[in-house]
């Protein structure tokens, strides 16, 4: 029974979220939000494991956030959808329920391989350069989309809601509220068995001595850019999502506010805690839409309130610690990731 | 300068293969030589010491031949095979471990998961193992957990496994670095300073330590240190180290008695 806690746990959020949507019970703003919570914890949770475990210090996660956006986009208007650029749909309507998950994919590989370009110079020396440089990502990436005149320019780019349409055109479902179920479940998964083996755990070793990593055997330069691509990869995955949820992308969504929102969430969650960044990730949205009724004010309780969570707890709300080293009774119903390693 | 370079310890014959051959190392800092013409060969099972007064050149050919700096000139063989060039985690990875001077154990992890990581090198899977948690992967961690629990109780501390280093006294912190060092299975072990800031009792447990250490795992073991006392206790061969250069070489009594090696530590007492 409790080797299956956290799959239990998985079912319950599922049976919580996706079903009632499904069921019509919950209205399309309540939808929004849960979509928006869920793309949240994904890029809080891959930024924390290149800003929190890793320790370096990326500013940049919304450039990959954006490229993955408009990479999933282009693919599913083109391929679904009747568009004034691209023309008629290239594939059959049927088509759509697979190509979708693989434009997803698509979107992150692109956002992972543009990462490892950013990489390589900023990896081959040490210190701060990869914050100069992912500072510097997110203007090139603006600008790059702002003079790309055929997919919109500076105006945006639209035409993800009729690829939603078309989905559900083929079978009635909330499908881009599973979709982002199943991402962040695979984001979570992928973090946690990370960071948990040994591989992985090098970069936590990275963050503390590098020198020391290096000494001891630990291959630091391919190691980081791995953690990177993985880190900006799966924001790649979330602004596909995140793409289709709005429905309308522009250069200007995925510039510094962006990044620095998600730079908030992992620094109120607390570096290298994967529990820490969900809790924080849906205290944040959910924050941000109680004070929207505030307008322009908002921009200002909320650094406040960072402000005064970095006075009051500068480690974050969970430091480097997991949900069940505060709460040992929870060892009862889910295994920490060690006790998985290391079974039969 | 000697040029007498054959290892004293009888038991091992002068014409074996040597396990660390450096010849004409050098570094520099910007215009000032930090090493200059550094030549040495260990030979297997040896107990080498390195001193020198602060600012010798000790911890540069350390990190020289640990590939943490590149030489400026010079020749670095480790069991036939040039190291020059190659990258820290590859040369440490080819069998040499080493401790550092101020401790750098990793202070944000247990003590098990600094050896763990240790076996960075020695772990057969690859990335998407480690994304998936495969069956690959528990068998290698499952093995790399039960080798490090092992080595933890050899140096009998396994009661620290699961404690941050920063908890620990710093005398078992420094076993601790020692042990970590040999998770990698290393042929020559370099410890730097593994004295400083001790005390008397604690330093007689180390010079222990070192010799079980040694006995224990079959390995080289070259000691820097700049306190005579300490290094006098353990090597059966020294080497003194001034400007860069080895101004003498010998046995503890020699250098004890070495005019050039008094000079170097002048006002220090020699004993």
Known sequence: MRRYGLHILAVVVFLLTVVPSWLGVYNGYIQF?????????????????????????????????????????????????????????????????????????????????????????????????????????????????????????????????????????????????????????????????????????????????????????????????????????????????????????????????????????????????????????????????????????????????????MLRRPTGIMGDRELHDVFPRLRKYFPSAEERLLEQ | MTDERAPHDPEQPAEAAPLLEISHLKHYFGGLAAVSDFNTRLYPNELVGLIGPNGAGKSTVFNLLCGLYRPSEGDIRFDGQRLNGLRPHQITSLGIGRTFQNIRLWNGMSVLDNLRIAHFSQMNYGILDALTLSSRLRRSERKVHEEALDLLRLFGLEQHADERPPNLSYGVQRRVEICRALVMKPRLLLLDEPAAGMNQGEINDLLELIHWVRDQFKVTIWIIEHQMRVIMGVCERIQVLDFGKIIAEGTPEEIRNNPHVIEAYLGEEVT
């Open chain 1, 33 to 309: 939000l849960l979509m928006l919570i869920g793309i949240n914890i994904m890029l809080t949770a891959s930024l924390n494991l290149i800003n929190g475990y890793m320790g370096e210090f990326s500013v940049g996660h919304a450039a990959f956030m954006g490229l993955g956006a408009y990479v999933t986009s282009l693919l599913t208007v083109w391929l679904l959808t009747h568009d004034n650029v691209f023309g008629p749909p290239v594939l059959a309507p049927g088509f759509s329920l697979v190509i979708f998950p693989l434009a997803l994919v698509a979107g992150g590989v692109a956002a992972a391989i543009f990462s490892l370009l950013v990489s390589i110079p900023s990896f081959r020396t040490r210190g701060d350069y990869l914050a100069v440089i992912t500072l510097a990502v997110n203007f090139i990436f603006k600008s790059l989309i702002e003079n790309i005149g055929a997919i919109g320019g500076p105006r945006g780019f639209m035409g993800m809601g009729e690829v939603l349409a078309v989905m559900n055109g083929v079978i009635r479902a909330p499908w881009l509220m599973i979709w982002t179920f199943f991402s962040c479940l695979a984001t979570l998964f992928i973090i946690r068995n990370f960071v948990s083996s040994t591989y992985g755990k090098g970069i936590v070793a990275i963050r503390e001595d590098e020198i020391a990593a290096e000494v001891m055997t630990v291959n630091t330069r391919r190691l980081k850019m791995v953690a990177f691509m993985l880190g900006c990869g799966l924001a790649g995955v979330a602004g596909g999502l995140h793409a289709h949820l709005l429905g309308f992308i522009n250069p200007s969504s995925y510039f510094i506010l962006q990044s620095t929102l998600v730079l908030v969430m992992v620094y109120l969650g607390g570096m290298g805690s994967l529990s820490g960044s969900i809790i924080s990730a849906v205290g944040f949205t959910i924050l941000l839409e109680l004070l929207r009724p505030f307008g322009l004010l908002r921009w200002v309780a909320t650094p406040l309130l960072l402000i005064l969570l």
